[in-house]
């Protein structure tokens, strides 16, 4: 049993007490190491009927030549995901009926394609592939994700292998992209080139995917499994979210390492992380992340799929004996207790420009909430090249970074981009605002989001022009209770739901202020408070941004240089209306 989600996020001070573990129960939860692998719903049936990476030889052999009619339901609504495959929403269904229709009814007979993208790492040539995908089979659709992956749409079950010829063809996949597996491993977008890394995670990134992904031993896990490594030392992976995480640090006695992170998740019930107080030297994080991978396959909650992730166990176990269990059970050998990683000196998210460790340079830009599309992904291919780089990064804050750019093409190129609508400079709200799929593909949707946000950015620039912001604020946009666009961490997020204004039930969010993450703007990571009774109309989220930045501005603490998030939590309830 859980406390209440209101409660959760108004307790910046207590983010973990968001989650508990299920009570005691004569029931088993399904934690194949106590209760044996008996499935115990029919999802855990389905899973050890046929897994998942199976559904891949009968889309290629019968459903790619029978059409969508042919698919098998639970291949459909469930292996298919393993593939980085859901079916999207039917056009034309609002959000209020969300809740009351099958997903037979919600969906439509074309997919999302996830391509996974483990720590961001693209090549000019990756991105053509991807563009002409998005452009010949995905009606011009292609979106930026907060995990750093890219989804396009409109896919038909009958072009997918040739989707998948034409990724592999360029070293990219779209396995485990999505499902009860490991997911993306979320990687520093300035791996291998800043000159202020303390080390190149690429290597521990390479060795967990070459050995792990795809491996039948980890592909039946009770939900999915997030992962993050950074060697920046801005801690640019959001790993407090992430069931395990690996964020560098230098030990004053065995050099530099990483610090291990588990538990931390959103959704519905939010839970930052915890450090295990481990050290990591790079060569043992493979074998770590594996070990934490077995302990939430082997001991994770199965019964009950809300609460089958790594977040409960954690909260039953506490961190001395999941460390104690790691290290017993699955490495065979203690690790030495680590230091703590220092705070953030420097924004995450890489916008703008930045010396690389080489000389040249490295230029962060910010499409308007990941939204991009074929045309304009090719035409990036041909920017960069033109400017004598054929490589870039995607980052967990829906952003692009182009690397190795000699120093007399960046303005040059900074021009270029910005014809493109990817912005090296943009207003600190453009750079802070990120949103989800939202009702226009995603069937759990309630609200639109990438539109509303990118209507709320550009009149907000105009609105603000002349305002002097301190520092970045984070707006957050998502279209369902779920947290894709991780609401409870940002600065101001929105939470899409039905909302009651003057009398009358409309689309429109749920208000959450001053969370944060890692960064060098806080000190602690912390999740938002919600204010009884605040909540904004779809067509509003510029008004009340407005509204509030400005009452920020008059309010603040200016000689303690206060951030909105200390005031959001300071402020009366009256001032945050």
Same mark, same amino acid.
């Given at each position: 049993m859980t406390i209440s989600e209101t409660e959760a996020l108004s307790s910046p001070e207590r983010p973990r007490a968001a989650v508990r573990p299920p009570r005691p129960s004569s029931k088993p939860n399904g934690q194949w190491k106590i209760? &044996?692998?008996?499935?115990?719903?029919?999802?855990?049936e389905w899973k050890q009927e046929g897994g998942g990476l199976d559904v891949r030889e009968r889309i290629e052999s019968t459903y790619a030549q029978g059409?969508?009619?042919?698919?098998?339901?639970?291949?459909?609504?469930?292996? $298919?995901?393993w593939w980085g495959l859901y079916t999207q929403r039917k056009p034309g269904i609002d959000g209020g009926r969300t809740a009351t229709l099958s997903p037979e009814e919600l969906? #439509?007979?074309? $997919?999302?394609?996830?391509?996974? =993208?483990?720590? &961001?790492? +693209?090549?000019?040539?990756?991105?053509?592939? =991807?563009?002409? =995908?998005?452009?010949? $089979?995905?009606? #011009?659709?292609? #979106?930026?994700?907060?995990? %750093?992956?890219? %989804? /396009?749409? !409109?896919?038909?079950?009958?072009?997918?292998?040739?989707? !998948?010829?034409r990724l592999e063809g360029v070293g990219l996949q779209t396995t485990e992209a999505c499902g009860d597996v490991p997911r993306v491993i979320l990687g520093s977008p300035v791996a291998g080139i800043a000159a202020d890394e303390l080390i190149d995670p690429t290597p521990q990134i390479d060795e967990i995917t070459e050995?792990?992904?795809?491996?039948?031993?980890?592909?039946? +896990?009770?939900?999915?499994?997030?992962?993050a490594i950074t060697g920046h030392p801005s801690q640019d992976v959001v790993h407090e979210i992430n069931d395990v995480a690996f964020v560098a640090v230098e030990h004053p006695e065995l050099g530099v390492g990483y610090d291990l992170w588990v538990g931390g998740a959103l959704s519905t019930t939010p839970r930052l992380g915890e450090r295990l107080g481990v050290f990591v030297r790079p060569d043992q994080v493979a074998d770590a992340w594996h070990g934490v991978a077995q302990i939430f396959r082997d001991y994770g909650y199965r019964r009950l799929r809300n609460k089958a992730r790594l977040k409960f166990l954690l909260a039953e176990w506490g961190v001395e004996k999941f460390r104690q269990v790691l290290q017993d059970e699955y490495l065979g050998a203690a690790l030495p207790d680590g230091p703590a990683p220092a705070k953030p000196k420097t924004h995450g998210d890489h916008v703008g420009v930045h010396r690389q460790k080489d000389g040249r340079f490295y230029i962060g830009v910010t499409p308007i909430v990941g939204r991009v599309s &074929?045309? =304009? /992904?090719?035409?990036?291919?041909d920017v960069i090249e033109a400017h004598g780089s054929t490589r870039l990064r995607t980052t967990p804050h829906q952003k692009l970074v182009i690397l190795d750019v000699p120093e007399e093409s960046v303005e040059p190129l900074i021009a270029d981009l910005d014809a493109l609508g990817l912005q090296a400079r943009p207003s600190l709200l453009r750079r802070g605002t990120i949103a989800c799929t939202g009702i226009e593909f995603c069937k759990l949707a309630i609200v639109e989001t990438k539109v509303n946000a990118t209507a709320a950015v550009l009149d907000l620039e105009e609105r603000l022009k002349g305002f002097d912001l301190p520092h970045p604020i984070s707006l957050h946009v998502n279209g369902c209770p779920n947290s894709c666009a991780r609401i409870q961490t940002a600065d101001i997020g929105l939470k899409g %739901? /039905?909302?009651?204004?003057?009398?009358?039930?409309?689309?429109?969010? %749920?208000?959450? /202020?001053g969370g944060g993450l890692a960064s060098q703007d806080r000190d602690e990571p912390g999740l938002g408070r919600t204010v009884r009774g605040l909540k904004v109309a779809a067509d509003g989220i510029a008004d009340y941004v407005d509204r509030v930045v400005r009452r920020f501005l008059d309010e603040r603490d200016a000689a303690a240089d206060e951030t909105f998030a200390q005031w959001a939590h300071r402020a009366d309830e009256e001032a945050l209306q």
């Open positions: 209760d &044996g692998t008996a499935p115990l719903n029919g999802n855990e059409g969508f009619a042919s698919i098998d339901p639970t291949d459909l609504h469930g292996r $298919f995901r969906e #439509d007979e074309y $997919f999302m394609l996830r391509v996974r =993208i483990d720590g &961001g790492q +693209l090549t000019t040539e990756q991105l053509r592939v =991807i563009a002409g =995908i998005s452009t010949e $089979f995905g009606r #011009d659709t292609a #979106d930026i994700t907060d995990r %750093q992956n890219i %989804q /396009l749409h !409109w896919i038909r079950v009958e072009d997918v292998p040739e989707i !998948w010829r050995r792990f992904i795809g491996d039948e031993s980890l592909a039946n +896990l009770p939900r999915k499994f997030k992962s &074929g045309p =304009i /992904l090719t035409k990036l291919a %739901q /039905l909302v009651m204004i003057d009398g009358e039930q409309v689309p429109g969010y %749920q208000v959450h /202020l």
